[in-house]
C-alpha cells in the first residue's frame, strides 16, 4: 500500500514549508504549482518559493516582532527561514536574501524527500477527497478563486498590493551616493541618495501628476496600509514621504557633513550586489512614469532598471468566519488554507501559517490533534488574529506586531525593555509547547 499523501496547491513559501514540515514526519506530499505553465503576473521565475516583493524578511533583532517570529521558526526546524539564513545578502540588522539563490535552495531541499512529489501544472478544481492544503496566495488565478469561492461559499475579499523596482548596480551615479545604515546601527549596507527641499517638493509633485496604471472599471481598490504605493503616501502630505520611507534621520551626507532633506535608500537585491531596489518604493505608476520620475532622483538620473514596479491583485479569505484554529476549513475539514490568501502580511508571516498547517496535517494522519500554540508566543498571536471570530467584523489583512500579543502583566515597562520581555516569554512558551505536543 502507498502512504497516504497530503495534497498541496501552491508553491509559494507557505505551500513549501508545509510540504516540509509534512515530509520531515515521514509523510509523502504531492505539491503542485502552475508555474511555468502559467505566470500571475507578479512572479517572474520557474523555482518554487519565488519573492515577488522585496528581497527582505525584514528584522533579524529579537527585540522586533518580525525578528521573535523567524527565532520563532528556527525553533520549529523552518526551512525557508534555514533557507533565507544560507543565503543572506548583507543588508543591516535585516535578514535579505539573493531572491534566486534562495528560491533554489527551499526546492533542492524539497526534492530531497523521496515521498516529495511535483507537479506543474494550474489547478483547476480542488481534490474532493484528499487532505488538501490550499496555498495559492494572493495572486491565486482567476480559475482557482472561483473554485475557492464556490466551495466557500462566500464572497472574496480583496485588496491590491504593489512592488518596489530594481535598479541595476552599475548604472548608479557612486558620486552622488553614500553607503550608510541609520545612526550608524549594524554595517553600512544601505546606498543613500540623499535630496535637497527643493529636489524633494519636485519630485513629490512629480509622483502627484505621474500616470498611474488604472483599476478595472468594476474594481474597488484597497490598498493594504503596510505597504502603500510611493503615490498614494505624496498624496497624503506635503511632508509624509519625508516622515516615512524618505526620512533622513540619522543618515548623515558625508559629502556635506549634514543630514538632507530626505533620502531614498536603495538595498542589495542579490548577493554579488548587482542589483538594488528602492525601499519602500512600491508603485502603480505606469512604466514609463517610473524611468523618468524615478530618474529624478540624485544618483539615478541615469538608471537601468531591472524590474519596474507593478500592481497587483491581492486575495484573502475572511479567515475568522471560515478556519478552525488548525487553519481547517470549518465546513470541510479535509481542507486547511495557509499563507497570505489566510489574511496575513508579509514572507514570514505566510510561512508561519504554512508551517502550522502542514504542522496539523501531519498530527491528522498520525490520529492526532495539536493545540494551537499560545498567544504568548508570535506564531499563536498570528493565527489568533485570523482566526478569532472577535475580529471578524472588522478583518483586514494583518503583518506579526507586538500588540497583537497577549499584554505582559504588572506596571508600565520601557518599551526596549519590554519588547525583550516579550520574546523571552514567546520563546519559553514556544518551547514548552513544543514538549508538550511532542513537536
Wanted: aromatic share 8%; charged share 20%.
Amino acid at each position: 500500500m502507498t502512504k497516504p499523501s497530503v495534497t498541496i496547491i501552491g508553491g509559494g513559501l507557505a505551500g513549501c514549508e508545509a510540504a516540509w514540515q509534512i515530509l520531515r514526519r515521514g509523510h509523502a506530499v504531492h505539491l503542485y504549482e502552475m508555474k511555468p505553465q502559467k505566470f500571475s503576473p507578479a512572479h517572474k521565475m520557474d523555482e518554487l518559493a519565488e519573492l515577488v516583493c522585496s528581497n527582505s524578511l525584514k528584522s533579524n533583532r529579537l527585540d522586533s516582532a518580525p525578528g521573535l517570529l523567524k527565532e520563532e521558526m528556527r525553533h520549529l526546524n523552518s526551512l525557508i527561514v534555514a533557507a533565507a539564513d544560507k543565503t543572506a545578502v548583507a543588508a543591516g540588522q535585516a535578514l535579505a536574501v539573493d531572491r534566486r539563490q534562495f528560491a533554489q535552495n527551499v526546492e533542492f531541499q524539497l526534492h530531497q524527500h523521496h515521498e516529495f512529489s511535483l507537479t506543474r501544472c494550474e489547478v483547476t478544481e480542488i481534490p474532493a477527497k484528499a487532505l488538501t492544503i490550499i496555498a495559492t496566495g494572493p495572486l491565486t488565478s482567476d480559475i482557482l478563486a472561483q473554485e475557492i469561492a464556490r466551495i466557500l461559499g462566500s464572497s472574496y475579499l480583496y485588496f491590491y498590493d504593489a512592488i518596489a523596482p530594481i535598479v541595476e548596480a552599475d548604472s548608479i551615479n557612486m558620486e552622488k551616493v553614500y553607503w550608510a545604515s541609520r545612526y550608524d546601527k549594524g554595517t553600512p549596507d544601505y546606498l543613500n541618495c540623499p535630496l535637497s527641499e527643493e529636489e524633494y517638493k519636485h519630485f513629490r509633485q512629480e509622483l502627484l501628476d505621474g500616470d498611474k496604471v488604472a483599476a478595472k472599471a468594476f474594481e474597488e481598490v484597497k490598498h493594504f496600509e503596510g505597504c502603500l504605493p510611493i503615490e498614494v503616501l505624496a498624496f497624503r502630505g506635503e511632508d509624509t514621504l519625508a516622515f516615512g520611507p524618505m526620512k533622513p534621520v540619522g543618515l548623515i551626507d558625508p559629502h556635506t557633513g549634514t543630514m538632507p532633506y530626505a533620502v531614498v535608500q536603495l538595498r542589495r537585491e542579490n548577493s554579488s550586489g548587482s542589483l538594488f531596489n528602492l525601499v519602500g518604493f512600491q508603485t502603480k505608476l505606469t512604466w514609463p512614469e517610473q524611468k523618468r520620475i524615478f530618474r529624478l532622483i540624485p544618483g539615478l538620473e541615469n538608471a537601468d532598471f531591472a524590474r519596474y514596479g507593478s500592481i497587483h491583485r491581492n486575495t484573502y479569505i475572511h479567515s475568522p468566519s471560515l478556519l478552525q484554529s488548525s487553519l481547517q476549513l470549518k465546513g470541510n475539514p479535509q481542507i486547511f488554507f495557509a499563507g497570505q490568501i489566510t489574511g496575513v502580511e508579509g514572507y514570514m508571516e505566510s510561512t508561519a501559517m504554512g508551517l502550522l498547517a502542514g504542522l496539523n496535517a501531519a498530527g491528522i494522519l498520525e490520529g492526532k490533534k495539536l493545540k494551537p500554540p499560545p498567544s504568548t508566543t508570535a506564531i499563536g498571536s498570528l493565527l489568533n488574529y485570523i482566526t478569532s471570530t472577535g475580529l471578524a467584523d472588522n478583518f483586514q489583512p494583518m503583518n506579526i506586531n507586538f500588540g497583537l500579543m497577549e499584554p505582559l502583566p504588572g506596571k508600565k515597562i520601557k518599551k526596549k525593555e519590554k519588547h525583550l520581555l516579550y520574546g523571552q516569554r514567546s520563546l519559553q512558551a514556544l518551547k514548552d509547547w513544543m514538549t508538550e505536543q511532542n513537536i
